[in-house]
Structure formats: structure tokens, C-alpha cells
């Protein structure tokens, strides 16, 4: 899967429901949001694989479980500390951080 398909894939799941969900829960970040459940972001990810330069872009795509999706591919090993203060400068929801945080 490339970046644009992602993004197509991440599109065709958009559930507003799931988003009033999301805010109740104290989750309104400032990004895009699709309400896309964490178990389908992980299949996602599971088909991705891990891919640093898919993450960084899905990073700065500014969609919420894009974000969160960027977490589960990235490469450990490969975070410059440029990058990790760019993303945790970015976190703008409690979900964003666990998920990312428990990933890389």
C-alpha cells in the first residue's frame, strides 16, 4: 500500500458516530478526524508493515489515525531526535500519545 492509498483506505472507514464517540472520551484533537477503531488501524498496519518514510508522511498528512497508523509502521530504530521532538510537539490527544508511545 502506498501513501495515497492510505489515505483512500482511511477515507472509505470515516465514521462520524465513532467521532461524537471519540469526544466524549476527551478526544478532539485538532487535526482531521475519521473515527476509525484502533482494531482496524492495527490491520492496517499488519498489511503496511513497518516503513519509516510511509510513516513520516502519514505523520505529516495531519489526519488523526494517520498519525496513530505512523506510530505502529515506524522503525524504532531509525526516530532522529528531530523527528521524535517534531512528533511529540504535534500531540494534540491523549489517544495519539498511548497509541505511538506503546508502538515505537
Not at 6 to 18: F, R, S, T, V, Y
Not at 59 to 69: C, N, V
Not at 83 to 90: A, G, P, R
Request: net charge neutral; proline share 5%; glycine share 4%.
Amino acid at each position: 500500500m502506498d501513501y495515497s492509498e492510505i489515505i483512500e483506505k482511511l477515507k472509505a472507514l470515516k465514521n462520524p458516530k465513532n467521532i461524537e464517540g471519540m469526544a466524549r472520551f476527551g478526544i478532539r484533537p485538532k487535526t482531521e478526524v475519521y473515527g476509525i477503531p484502533i482494531p482496524e488501524l492495527r490491520k492496517i498496519a499488519k498489511i503496511i508493515g513497518k516503513n519509516h518514510e510511509l510513516a513520516l508522511k502519514l505523520w505529516d498528512s495531519k489526519i488523526h489515525e494517520a498519525r496513530i497508523l505512523a506510530g505502529y509502521i515506524e522503525e524504532p530504530e531509525k526516530i532522529t531526535e528531530k523527528q521524535f521532538e517534531k512528533w511529540v510537539k504535534d500531540f494534540d490527544s491523549w489517544d495519539v500519545v498511548d497509541q505511538v508511545c506503546s508502538a515505537v
